[in-house]
Nanobody, 125 residues
Framework: QVQLVESGGGLVQAGGSLRLSCAVS????????VGWFRQGPGKEREFVAG????????DYADSVKGRFTIFRDNAENAVYLQMHSLKPEDTAVYYCAARGRSFLVVRGSSDYDYWGQGTQVTVSS
């Protein structure tokens, strides 16, 4: 069984930075593709960023491209989301998720099997 626990959320001013962390427990972490999703107030959950098990492929939502970076440390069983130039519209609960390994990153939330509990990110204007 794979368990994911996010941390690192908080309140930040527009233009600031945050790094979210996701600790992953379970066998063979490098087997799994990982992704970050978010759900803002009154909005549906949306894909933010994803990375293949090997780390060789990444994908980003257009809204965060150039500002956010996903990376993983397979030795530490952790995945991170570095966020820069934050905007008020980035305010959301951020979730990390994992699914079985595939060459390409997938964006659909229904394609991910394991989810963390979420961490709140609030960006003030």
């Amino acid at each position: 069984q794979v368990q994911l626990v996010e941390s690192g959320g908080g309140l930040v001013q527009a233009g600031g930075s945050l790094r979210l962390s996701c600790a992953v427990s379970g066998p063979t972490f490098s087997y799994y593709n990982v992704g970050w999703f978010r759900q803002g107030p009154g909005k549906e959950r949306e894909f933010v960023a994803g990375m293949s098990g090997s780390g060789g492929n990444t994908d980003y939502a257009d809204s965060v491209k150039g500002r956010f970076t996903i990376f993983r440390d397979n030795a530490e069983n952790a995945v991170y989301l570095q966020m820069h130039s934050l905007k008020p519209e980035d305010t959301a609960v951020y979730y990390c998720a994992a699914r079985g390994r595939s060459f390409l990153v997938v964006r659909g939330s229904s394609d991910y099997d394991y989810w963390g509990q979420g961490t709140q990110v609030t960006v003030s204007s």
